[in-house]
């Protein structure tokens, strides 16, 4: 037993199962119906995600990102191998700024367009240690869409003609490379996982949207309908403007 545990290591799990498609979450964090939903005249109905928001971002303040992180190369893997036994721990991490999610980093506008009836969603990607998420070069990204539901036995529906338009940051909703791989919280603590915001500018109020939002990489496979979280996620959204 005592030679057993002496060739385990800390830093990397000895049995991890290899997922071949991620899942996604949102925040601000939803109960388990997945809603988002309030009134844009009851402060007290949407400044709740403005704080769950100022929370969830306050590790990625630039100036604790520039202290703990490095300032890595972008558009490619940020790959720190072991030399044979000799191990190469701690891992270094990427800076990601709040910053660069601009119009929704909650720093310009503190309400992160909820008051407005704009409002963002946060979207990030589980962590899987090794994972490579694209490949010759290929950055992986978000799009968010309407999402199809079912209405009747063989009828489908969708919102599109209530989606309005969308704006991304970063700029086309892109994970970049140099944020992976990841090589597990005891080998690489400070890793700050890369994040896509999505503002909504002009969706139709009063009504519930329904929207998915999924991963688009080449070397990603979309979750069949027994997984329907994995590289994908699902929410409702309504913004109310009348009591």
């Not at 997922?19 to 844009?40: C, K, Q, S, W």
């Not at 994972?131 to 209405?151: E, H, N």
Request: charged share 25%.
């Amino acid at each position: 037993m005592y030679i057993m545990l002496q060739t385990l290591d800390d830093h990397k799990p000895t049995w991890q199962d290899r997922l071949a498609t991620p899942g996604m979450v949102i925040r601000p964090n939803t109960d388990e119906t997945f809603e988002i939903v309030y009134n844009i005249q009851n402060t007290e109905s949407w400044d709740m995600y403005a704080q769950a928001l100022d929370k969830f971002l306050a590790p990625y303040n630039d100036t604790l990102q520039a202290q703990k992180n490095h300032e890595c190369t972008p558009d490619q893997y940020f790959q720190q191998e072991d030399s044979g036994d000799v191990k190469n721990n701690p891992k270094r991490s990427c800076q990601f700024n709040r910053t660069i999610l601009e119009e929704c980093s909650g720093l310009n506008d503190r309400y992160y367009g909820y008051r407005e009836g704009q409002p963002c969603i946060i979207i990030k990607m589980n962590r899987v240690i090794g994972m490579l998420p694209g490949k010759d070069g290929q950055t992986p990204s978000v799009t968010c869409a309407a999402k199809r539901y079912k209405v009747g036995k063989d009828t489908w529906r969708d919102d599109s003609d209530k989606l309005g338009e969308l704006v991304y940051f970063p700029p086309n909703g892109t994970f970049n490379l140099m944020y992976y791989p990841y090589y597990g919280k005891k080998a690489q603590v400070n890793y700050s996982q890369p994040l896509v915001a999505v503002k909504f500018l002009n969706i139709t109020v009063n009504q519930e949207v329904n929207i998915e939002c999924k991963i688009n990489a080449n070397n990603i496979p979309l979750g069949g309908d027994r997984d329907k979280f994995a590289g994908r996620v699902s929410f409702k959204l309504r913004i109310n403007t009348i009591n």
